[in-house]
């Protein structure tokens, strides 16, 4: 998903917020407010989305008619269609906060696109209370601190069913769920309760959308022949086409009985042409729907509206969630009125917020309160599909943790008897009691007598436990070959159909690792874990990560086509050879080959290529620390790019076992120190000094330098020394807006990063030849590498790549994830992760510097971006947010962005990789913008100005008074800015010997002035 919303145009919200706040300020009674309703009205949710909408205008209607509600305003609803995406989420969210009286969102209904649609409530302060979204992940207050809801979480659920399937008598089930946030949450919970009261679980199988998807999903849920009790965690989207695919596989015969959630167990899945018949016995969980005046008086009203106008209405049949949904709406305007009648600011949201924590209302489903996780803890019906029209309650799960049936549960076949219950236990075997009746009547004491029985069980059980394992090894090994032979099947298939679309070459190796993972994660054998860890490990060590050719056959005019992809598909994504293997004891071996012999030679970094001088020892000395400054080194040194990165790899012996010319790569990171423009104020050679500096602290603390290869190591390093090359001074954003000739070059695309690389790797190949001693497909995999970081590196990236990582671990138990670490050296796509969240790490290490550090950096952002609040003046487009000069810009933003960006990206890397003093300082700098008085500020931002000032003068005689007249200039107005041309370094100032590239040509020989930081 393209995320560039998330940041981009977040961060515009954050700047907009005190324009709401000043337009919705003071306590009197406001005549009118704005509630948003958003609903998915088009997508895979529509057929529930209309009603749950039509449900929140009937309670608008009903709202400004009650007298005794909010007498003095009205209530304006409107409705957003959020395509049951998160990207139309984020879309109906923003356009929504573009309404100054917006006071309250309602929704969203799948919990995806909740979370978001919170990315921008959170920043504008606006509570958002949902009416059927159910991921636990949604009840963290540090990452959603305006989000509540009218139903419990999946936590909730998913634990109660794994008690129902207990209570019954079942003591072995599958798991099989959307591989998404809803999915994920719900399976969690109902395993962690399953292993709790002793229902094991004998696979988890994740799918997601797509007709292969399920049947390849069914296929693995057929080979647990002993398994006939199936948890299923999805929406209702994904449970059709479920059991559409289930049902053609004959696999709705009674083979299974279907436990589920809310989520699916929908009058939906009844009217999509499934034979009713099949699905009897089909059970599970639905929020409870009290009988009473209130739900009696709401379906009243439902029966009484047109159809035309209220979709689904003019009946007494509902939609489960549509009276949640107009629940979440009363909730709302209860608490405004109590607070308007309290003298309390009912338009301030964070006060809102905590009225709402505190209220408690009785309503159509019930008492409606919320826990200290802004959740509501709701009652659950028991639902049983047992023909007709749709489902039937047949019981409740009550708050004490136990069924209560009404009725006995239908199952498949018209029988009430719960199918595939487990035999009773086996009684104590005949030898045994013979054995010690012998022993009775020998004579023998009773202690021995015991002893003996117990041996003798002990010894049985432990048989019957190998005899198992050992069955279990032939499942998986029959399951391996029958999966490896579906494959190879599908294969045949794909190129048998003659279909010009090219197959998706790598969805067979997800699949084969989701099932091996699975499958680990539900054994308790340490030797069946070491089996799986080695299959694991074969399978990320060779060519299985790469697309496969094995679907050619061999002659027939297929030789070119093969050839043709070796070389135009499969070398994109290059296996390193040996020589860039980890080195030192203990050496790791990958695929069917040994490791090289890396005898490190002497290393030449410090004795030719970098003499350190003396004084600039006691900086250096802090590389490895977060007290390593920067500004103090500048101080001393011209070249800070380049004395960081070789004293970086010279602690580490890099070089030496990369077997890289040192004096070649003091050359290319002079070349980079000199293109890196030091008339921007903070995208300069400083700010890159500081990012190699961090990747080096956090693989330091971290262990991941132990972890990764040389190669990976130089990567990440190198990646964060090209981050501020030639930067321009500006974000992409005016780079696209302008239609400036490096945003119209990379097609608006990536533009910062796709610059970066395109210079630098210029030098690094057609200048400097920097990897010509290495192997070729070591240069390549290098090279695709350091491409790979860079570019996700765009903050376009940065919600996807932290989610997934997240979504990685969220699976495992908080306490359990530091062993993840061990997964970066045998997991080829954990540790690319890991090493993208690493330098994403270092773009956004600002604030997890100590607070004097840290105030320093932000102040210079703040230079930058006020010269492109100048230069937007000038060119007659709107200021963006931050990038007026105000003191109180640089607070605000700073809060706002380590809050909503950087602490949760660093706080999800720490659940696996300890950095203590990295949250703490986050904490503080936090702590620090929201406290500080604004005008404190200016001693330190003048100074600093002077400073750049006098650089800038050093540099382009005559550019300081331009920039002092810039940061005064009004922005109120196009054309009162100061341009202030920033080109290219002159070959005065860079080493004779470097070279010029040719194209593309640096931006900035061409673009004015320094700008802010990229979005």
Known sequence: MQVLWVVCVVWVGLGLMGGVAGILTGFGTPENITIAGLFPLTGGLAAGGVEREAAFRMGIQHINADRNLLPDTKIIGVSFDTQTTPSGGM???????????????????????????QQVASIFEIPQISYSSTASPLSNKILYPYFFRVVAPDSLQGSALASIVHSIGWRKAATMYSNDDYGLSGVTAFAQRASDVGVSIEANIPFAPGAIEYGVALDQLVKHHGVHVVFLNCLVSDAVELFKEADRRGLLDGQYVWVGTDGWLQDELLNVGLPSSKLIGVLGLRPALPSGVRLEAFLDSWEQLNATEFAGAGDRTVNVFAPYAYDALYQVARTIDAMIRGKANALDGSELRAWLSNSSYEGTTGLISFDENFDCIAAYSLVNYRGGAGFEIVGRWLAEQRLELDRPILYYGNTTSPPYLPSPMASPSTSSISAGLIGVIAGMSACVCLGFGILVVHNLRRRKHVAALQRENQQLDREARALNSRLNELAKETHASGSSTPPTMDLPI??????????????????????????????QSNM????????????????????FVQGTILTNVPTPSNSLQRSGAGLQTYGNGSAASLTPTPNLAVTVAMPIPAELGDVLGKLRTLAFDAEALVAKDTTPLQTVFMAVCTQNALLSQLRLDPVIVRDVMLALDRYTPRLNAYHNAQRAANMVQFVHYVLSVTDLYSLLSPRDTFAVLFAAAIKNVDHPGFNASFLVRTRHKLALLYSNQAVLEMHHLAVSMQLVFERFKLFDQLLEEDITALHHTIVDLVLASDMQKHVEVTSRFSLLIDPTEPSKRTAWKAAVATDNGFRNLVLKMVLKLADLSDAARPTKIARGLALRSMIESSLQGVQEAAAGIEVSPFMDGAMSSVAKSQEGIIRFVTLPMFSAFAEVFTLTEVLQNLSDNMLFWQRVVPSTLQPFYDALLASHAATAESIQPGSSAALVSAQKSPLSSPGTGAAITAPRPSQSEASPSLPTPATPAPASASIASAGGAEP
């Open 91 to 117: 879309v109906s969210a923003l356009e929504a906060t573009k309404d100054p009286s917006l006071v309250a969102i309602v929704g969203a209904a799948s919990s995806s696109v909740s979370r978001a649609v």
């Open 510 to 539: 997800n699949q084969v690792m989701s099932l091996l993972t699975s499958i680990r994660a539900s054994t308790q054998d340490s030797d069946m874990m070491a089996k799986l860890d080695k299959a694991i490990e074969s399978i």
């Open 544 to 563: 299985l990560f790469q697309p496969s050719t094995a679907m050619f056959p061999d002659g027939e005019g297929n030789d070119d086509v093969k050839n």
